[in-house]
């Protein structure tokens, strides 16, 4: 048994059972990820995948037992030289940020700026996508450290902390009769026109259709997008009243909008900084999450991301 036939196994699942994606990941041939998961199926006298002909199909239950066991040693490979290389070039290296476009745009900008300035000669990569895309990626150990507001917090093998909480706000044009009403803006007003708004599982998406649902009002919601840009754009075109982050919104750059504070009118949303549990974290990945949330110290996060089982 060796380490190879281990990672053929991992990214045989990952790359749903074919077999050519397997060997392209892990710059081989096709023939030798074949002959590496028969040596390894014949040494532990199981087959691991399911077959039919020279197609693998899925994983046999044995398989399915053997999986976890490969992650956690792969883990733990890379923990060691995340280890090594923690001593020997503790300023230098590579972290990688999965964030949503709303955390990347609006919120990580002045932490980024601080993490430059104290590690100038580590390589930032800042990677935008859907939640559910930054789970696979702390999943698979493609990311270091993922922001979101939505998904994280409800998988098992990540650990979790809260990041800040946030509002949804009404964006409209300047002269719109929201913005001209003195009285504070409602639900039942703002269902009064279409809506344009972020897409569903998307910056809280859920929280406005709860809003929206709890108060018996159905909303005419004519666009969604994935960013506040995007919905900023149609709403100075006329077209719809929108619904976005509140930090999303900046007077200066937005001209020819208003923002029309709602508090109270949505639930609050809780952002959140998740890591892969297990997943051993450099020197200056800690310091990146502190410059997150200064409460999140090393001690704490280590503590959560290697708990110490069994210890009073």
Not at 61 to 70: D, F, H, N, T, V
Request: charged share 25%; with cysteine.
């Amino acid at each position: 048994m060796n380490l190879q036939q281990l990672r053929i196994v991992r990214e045989t699942v990952r790359h749903g059972f074919n077999l050519t994606d397997t060997a392209n990941a892990l710059f081989t041939a096709q023939s030798g990820v074949s002959k590496h998961i028969k040596d390894l199926e014949d040494e532990l006298g199981m087959e691991l995948f399911i077959r039919h002909g020279k197609r693998l199909l899925g994983l046999t239950e044995p398989g399915k037992e053997l999986l976890p066991i490969c992650e956690r040693i792969l883990l733990d490979i890379q923990n060691v030289k995340h280890l090594g290389e923690q001593f020997a070039q503790q300023d230098k290296g590579r972290l990688t940020i999965a964030a949503t476009h709303t955390q990347a745009r609006y919120r990580l900008p002045s932490v980024v700026t601080q993490f430059r300035r104290e590690f100038p000669k580590v390589h930032l990569e800042l990677r935008q996508c859907d939640p559910k895309e930054i789970v696979s990626l702390l999943h698979f150990g493609e990311a270091d450290i993922g922001l979101a507001t939505e998904a994280l917090g409800e998988e098992t093998d990540l650990v979790s902390f809260p990041f800040y909480q946030w509002q949804h706000a009404i964006v409209v044009p300047d002269g719109h009769p929201l913005a001209a009403d003195t009285r504070p803006v409602t639900l039942e007003a703002v269902a009064d026109y279409p809506i344009i708004t972020y897409h569903g599982g998307y910056t809280g998406r859920a929280r406005i259709d709860t809003a929206f649902a709890k108060a018996g009002l159905v909303p005419d919601i004519v666009m969604s997008a994935l960013d506040a840009d995007v919905i900023k754009s149609y709403v100075e075109l006329g077209l719809g009243v929108g619904i976005i982050a509140a930090m999303a919104f900046h007077p200066t750059r937005d001209a020819g909008l208003r923002l029309l504070e709602a508090p109270g009118l949505f639930p609050p949303n809780t952002t959140r900084i998740a890591l892969k549990r297990g997943h051993y974290l450099r020197g200056y990945a800690l310091r990146f999450i502190e410059c997150c949330a200064p409460e999140l110290n090393p001690a704490r996060v280590m503590e959560a991301v290697f708990p110490r089982v069994g210890i009073e």
